[in-house]
């Protein structure tokens, strides 16, 4: 599983798990310290503590011990809403088809095709993605929670 960090600025953070590694609340604080030792080197001139995470409803995330780590490394957590992340609707789609067609011997060649893109895309590609991000979300919160493409 490969998990991507970013903001309005580019990537933060691609973190790589180890084959066979279980996804649990463990991983994922561990996954945090990660982002918030990385956060401190791209981004000195942000306030330590303002990172907003999005992420889903698998129970690694929501745990309460998760939570905490939250709180306590890198910030705030959103509240969940489903079929919005941002992720999914603009950088995974790009990303597939920028690798369509192509072959790869082994783990690590994806591992770096992957890590290459990321790193490849313009600042514009990134807040371009945020805004729409924040507009979702705003249809979203104005929808009381729901949310709709249409």
């Excluded at 409803?57 to 919005?84: F, K, Y």
């Excluded at 082994?106 to 313009?122: N, P, S």
Aim: aromatic share 8%.
């Amino acid at each position: 599983m490969i998990a991507v960090f970013w903001d309005n600025d580019g990537v933060i953070l691609v973190n790589v798990m180890a084959i066979g590694e279980t996804i649990n609340s463990g991983a994922h604080i561990k996954t945090l310290q990660k982002l918030k030792e990385r956060y401190r080197r791209v981004r000195p001139h942000r306030i330590p503590g303002s990172i907003l995470i999005q992420h889903d409803n698998i129970r690694p995330h929501t745990s309460l011990r998760t939570q905490e780590a939250i709180a306590n490394l890198v910030g705030m957590c959103s509240p969940h809403i489903p079929d919005l992340a941002p992720s999914d609707f603009h950088r995974f789609g790009s990303l597939k088809d920028a690798l369509s067609g192509t072959s790869f011997e082994d783990d690590d060649g994806v591992i770096r095709a992957v890590k290459t893109w990321q790193f490849e895309q313009e600042t514009s590609w990134y807040r371009k993605s945020m805004r729409a991000l924040v507009s979702r979300w705003r249809k979203a919160v104005d929808l009381g929670g729901d949310y709709m493409e249409k």
